[in-house]
């Protein structure tokens, strides 16, 4: 028997039974959950920065997945964060000129 301790997507325990295998499973509570989040946040990024170039996309979507999961479990909505980001888009920029900075003096 494999373990792993992680969040996983809602139907995954439903493709493993439907594959013939037995799972375990638990329901967090809002705590641990949020806590869960933060580190499937954590691996997915690491998924992300060690993707090829032709499933970057794939694991970037993931990545987005787990990041709105994090915005409703904090009682938001993905259009308030949205809102959050383009103001802040608005004040600073955004990142499409692709400037560096190098120093301030």
Do not use: W
């Not at 690491?46 to 970037?60: I, K, R, V, Y």
């Not at 997945?65 to 479990?73: D, G, K, L, N, Q």
């Amino acid at each position: 028997m494999k373990t792993y301790n992680k969040l996983v997507r809602d139907k995954i325990p439903q493709i493993i039974e439907e594959s013939g295998k037995v799972c375990v499973v638990k329901q967090l509570n809002d705590a641990d959950y949020v806590d869960a989040l933060k580190t499937k946040m954590q691996e997915e990024l690491e998924e992300f920065l060690e993707a090829s170039e032709e499933h970057q996309l794939e694991e970037l979507a993931d990545l987005v997945e787990v990041i709105y999961s994090f915005v409703r479990s904090k009682g938001a909505t993905i259009d308030e964060l949205e809102k959050i980001r383009q103001e802040k888009h608005d004040e600073r920029g955004g990142f499409d000129k692709k400037i560096m900075l190098i120093s301030v003096e």
